[in-house]
């Protein structure tokens, strides 16, 4: 369980509390969906339990462990795994070996295993001829599909995404929440999305909505 206990932040030397006193919970084998209007906090609150950057008060605990006795380069490189909006694959490469890649800095017993990361990437829609191609050769969609197998593989307790259908069509969006609902249902994952999207934000287990500095749960 990821848990944030009393934490605030606040606007650089304004003041200006960005939130305050922030206690929330996120439990396995659910999709949480933050939903919030541009400026709220929604992304920065996201680095925050990422590991990416530090709130100027308060903890978050993953299983009971401060992430900062964890360590954050330990913490995002076995525990977190982040789906950006812009996908943030190596362009350079094909969509098989940004997952490989993805996975020889971690311990699993797949890390140089291709066939498996052709399977996987074949069950989301990708075949073995699109997933060698480069990945600028492929659609938002394919491209987000990678980036969630990516996400997938590594096996992190704790997925992030950060608007991961904001740059897709109904079709593709519909597709992608698919495969995160996925993750938390059957792969037992903590899924944490944030969108702007009103449509998105419904499909989550738990909806979190940001408004004068207070999250609040329905």
Do not use: C
Not at 24 to 37: Q, R
Not at 87 to 112: C, G, P, Q, W
Not at 147 to 172: C, F, H, K, Q, Y
Request: no cysteine; net charge negative.
């Amino acid at each position: 369980m990821l848990t944030v206990k009393n934490l605030a932040h606040w606007y650089g030397k304004s003041g200006k509390p960005l939130y305050e006193n922030v206690n929330l919970s996120f439990e396995s084998d659910k999709v949480y969906t933050i939903i919030g209007a541009s400026g709220s906090g929604k992304t920065t609150f996201l680095a925050f339990i990422a590991g990416l950057d530090k709130p100027q008060a308060g903890e978050i605990f993953l299983d009971g462990e401060n992430i900062e006795k964890i360590g954050a380069t330990n913490y995002r490189k076995h525990k977190v795994a982040i789906v950006f909006q812009q996908y943030n694959l190596l362009v350079y490469m094909s969509a098989l070996d940004n997952v490989l890649t993805a996975l020889a800095v971690t311990d699993s017993e797949h890390k140089n295993d291709k066939q498996y990361v052709l399977d996987a990437l074949k069950g989301v829609g990708i075949d073995e001829a699109d997933a060698k191609k480069n990945v600028q050769q492929l659609s938002g969609g394919q491209q987000q599909r990678v980036a969630i197998i990516r996400a997938m593989l590594v096996d992190a307790n704790i997925v992030i995404a950060d608007e991961p259908t904001g740059n897709l069509d109904d079709e593709n969006s519909a597709m992608i929440i698919k495969l995160f609902q996925d993750l938390a249902h059957e792969h037992h994952k903590t899924v944490i999305i944030v969108t702007h999207d009103t449509k998105i934000a419904q499909k989550g287990d738990v909806q979190i909505k940001l408004t004068d500095h207070q999250f609040v749960a329905s």
